[in-house]
């Protein structure tokens, strides 16, 4: 141990080789005395600092890419073909690959719902109905029904995303301390909060006052009622943009 590395000296690893002069490549009987040390592992449950892991037997350079077993060696990362790891006490487990493609498979498609979604209905969905339906009114009635079943989406998919986070950061032993993480779990928060305000109290609130009210849209635009409908209407969409944009910024750090 040299500064928190383990370090697997060259020297050492040649005392049984005798005194015979360094080649570029190692014979049969070489290779027959050299110890098979590969993988190694520092545990640090508290993460006061990432442990750093070197590996340096008689310049063989195990952690290239042919090998991969730099990967291995890492922290929990999932790069190309590279199981993430899982710290179990003092050992490492190796999680199954498919298993977590899953996860974040279904994390991906609960971000995309929303982001997506929102994005559609807002800029295509609604402009097409106000353009083509014969009446104002017709185009509101028919755009609430739509929005009353992409509320109910919206939710399950806020439901899967918070799910999959959680088994994600469980499965690859995230690192709270990472910045990139902690904006990732803010941006998470701030989405899930702007979503259920929108699609379960404010969206759901203006719809019942239009539904509720006889003649809604033949009411002065002084009603109160109106007032009300607009005032919750422009909450909810202010509401999902920020939702969006929150979705959008962990999908960056995701």
């Known amino acids: 141990m040299q500064d928190d590395l383990l370090v697997l000296p060259r020297q050492p690893l040649r005392c049984g080789l005798g005194d015979r002069p360094e080649r570029d490549e190692l014979g049969a009987g070489d290779v027959a005395r050299v110890p098979l040390v590969l993988l190694a592992h520092v545990d640090d449950p508290r993460r006061r600092r990432r442990t750093a892991l070197a590996v340096d037997v008689l310049g063989l350079d195990l952690c290239d890419e042919r090998t991969d077993l730099g990967g291995d060696l890492g922290d929990g990362g999932h790069r190309g073909s590279v ?3 899982a710290r179990i006490g003092n050992t490492i487990e190796g999680i199954d690959t498919f298993s977590f493609d899953l996860v974040k498979l279904a994390y991906q498609l609960g971000l995309a719902i929303i982001v997506g979604g929102g994005f559609a209905l807002g800029a295509l969905v609604a402009p097409a109905l106000f353009r083509t339906l014969r009446s104002r009114a017709e185009a509101g009635t028919a755009f609430g029904a739509i929005l009353e079943r992409f509320d109910g989406v919206a939710i399950l998919a806020l439901l899967l995303v918070a799910v999959t986070a959680i088994l994600r950061a469980r499965l690859a032993d995230e690192d709270p301390h990472d910045w990139r993480i902690l904006a990732r779990w803010i941006a ?8 259920l305000y929108a699609s379960a109290w404010a969206s759901p ?5 239009r539904t509720n009210t006889p003649g809604f849209d033949d009411l002065p635009e002084s009603d109160v009622r109106r007032r009300e409908f607009r005032r919750l209407h422009a909450a909810s969409t202010r509401a999902f943009s ?3 944009l929150f979705g959008i910024i962990a999908m960056f750090f995701s």
């Open 83 to 85: 199981k993430p790891i």
């Open 188 to 195: 998470l928060a701030l989405m899930g909060a702007a979503t």
């Open 205 to 209: 609130v203006a719809r019942g006052i």
């Open 242 to 244: 920020l939702a969006m």
